[in-house]
């Protein structure tokens, strides 16, 4: 694991991914309990596009601690290595723009991702 900035590829220190990795095991008990209560409730099968929302979260959470590289950061063109919150500029336009790339495609794994998980539950005969 880089414990470095590496423009477009790694802009997250070791506190930062576990926070991610939080994030996406809150949004896979979301997406469980949103399951279970659809079902639970026997709701309409249009319903089942609501998981989206919380299948994002996961999605979100998880393909950033895979990736270890922050889409907000990406944005803002900032990373993290040290304590939570102590955040760092990117200095250099070229890294922005490679962080900005890197940032757009997490976030497109991520929405394919929730889709796919979407889409799944709405197929499954249940």
């Known amino acids: 694991m880089s414990n470095q ?8 220190g070791k506190d ?3 926070s991610r990795q939080i994030v ?26 609501s998981i989206f929302i919380p299948a994002m979260i996961f999605s979100v ?10 889409l907000a950061y990406g944005l803002a ?9 102590k955040i760092s500029r990117v200095a250099s336009v070229e890294d922005r723009r490679a962080d900005r790339k890197t940032a ?13 998980i979407t889409v799944v539950f709405f197929v499954l005969p249940l």
């Open 5 to 12: 900035y590496i423009p477009g590829t790694c802009n997250l």
């Open 104 to 116: 757009i495609t997490i976030l497109l794994k991520a929405a394919a991702l929730a889709a796919v």
């Open 77 to 85: 063109g900032t990373f993290n290595f040290e304590r939570l919150g």
């Open 24 to 49: 996406a095991l809150f949004g896979l008990f979301l997406t469980i309990s949103s399951v279970i209560g659809i079902l639970a409730a026997d709701q309409g099968r249009s319903v089942r596009f």
């Open 16 to 18: 930062e991914i576990r």
């Open 61 to 70: 959470g998880f393909v950033q601690s895979r990736s270890k590289f922050c």
